[in-house]
């Protein structure tokens, strides 16, 4: 069902690689709600993903880049508004990479290259986007941005490693940068805080069906899925939503509130007895 909650509006939705991903989802979500917009990724992920299925099933236009690189998201800014016709309402940053978490590598023996890579691509680059859009004056007033963050920067997780790390930062720079933005332009900036969700790239990390069991157990709404993400952010960027910014906000079925719940502590004692 549509509500046209984005009628007449324009955007840029980072980081869609196939049918599994959040930002494909709001893409086909925006699209639905009668928003007009680009779609970007790497040119290694337009390669080995599905984007350019996308962008023919809902009729965008695709525009490579790097968001490490502010001469890449210029680009991919400046030809948005070209092809759009004038400034966005929206932006989805949905963009994060650990090689540390690709290959195993412990919290307290970390490669410093990837360390660096890790920041620098899954926070950094929210920072390098606002910093960019706002220099080129390409979003509207009381637009919204948002960047797809995980409980893991509150919260000590197992394995989430140096990937926690950037999205404390991530959402720091929603704050501060929030602050900023809202005073001067009412734009809003906001973090979404999704629960596990399985993507192409966190298919393949070691223990993720333990940690989506474990979540689900422990949400009394059990886990948010892709898709009810998507609809959560289209309300973000909806006009019913003109004064939230600065917040980090959970979508997790309740996991973020919960100290145990029945259904996890039922299972831990099943593993009791089975040790007995």
């Not at 890449?72 to 400034?87: A, C, F, P, Y």
């Not at 009381?142 to 197992?158: D, K, M, N, P």
């Not at 989430?160 to 959402?171: G, T, V």
């Not at 689900?216 to 973000?236: W, Y």
């Amino acid at each position: 069902m549509s509500y046209n909650l984005l009628k007449g509006k324009k955007g840029i939705i980072f980081g869609a690689l196939d049918e599994k991903s959040v930002a494909w989802k709001v893409a086909e979500k925006a699209h639905d709600e009668g928003a007009v917009f680009t779609l970007t990724n790497t040119p290694l992920a337009l390669r080995f993903g599905k984007l350019n299925e996308l962008a023919e099933k809902i009729k965008a236009e695709i525009i490579p880049a790097d968001a490490t690189r502010v001469e890449d998201l210029e680009q991919v800014i400046r030809q948005s508004m070209e092809i759009l016709g004038g400034k966005v309402d929206f932006i989805l940053h949905s963009i994060a990479m650990s090689m540390n978490v690709r290959k195993s590598r412990e919290y307290d023996d970390l490669d410093y290259t990837y360390y660096h890579q890790t920041i620098d691509i899954s926070a950094m680059s929210f920072h390098k986007m606002l910093q960019v859009a706002k220099k080129l004056d390409a979003i509207n007033e009381w637009g919204s941005v948002l960047a797809l963050s995980y409980i893991a920067a509150q919260r000590t997780l197992y394995r989430y490693n140096d990937m926690a790390d950037a999205k404390a930062m991530l959402e720091s720079i929603a704050r501060s940068f929030g602050y900023i933005y809202g005073r001067e332009k009412h734009i809003r900036i906001n973090t979404v805080s999704q629960s596990p969700t399985i993507t192409t790239a966190g298919s393949g990390v070691k223990g993720i069906d333990a940690l989506l069991d474990f979540t689900d157990r422990m949400s009394p709404l059990g886990n948010a899925t892709a898709e009810e993400c998507a609809n959560f952010c289209i309300v973000l960027f909806s006009d019913l939503s003109k004064k939230i910014t600065m917040q980090n906000i959970f979508h997790d079925g309740g996991f973020s509130s919960m100290g145990m719940s029945l259904r996890a502590m039922t299972q831990y004692n099943k593993c009791l007895d089975e040790d007995e």
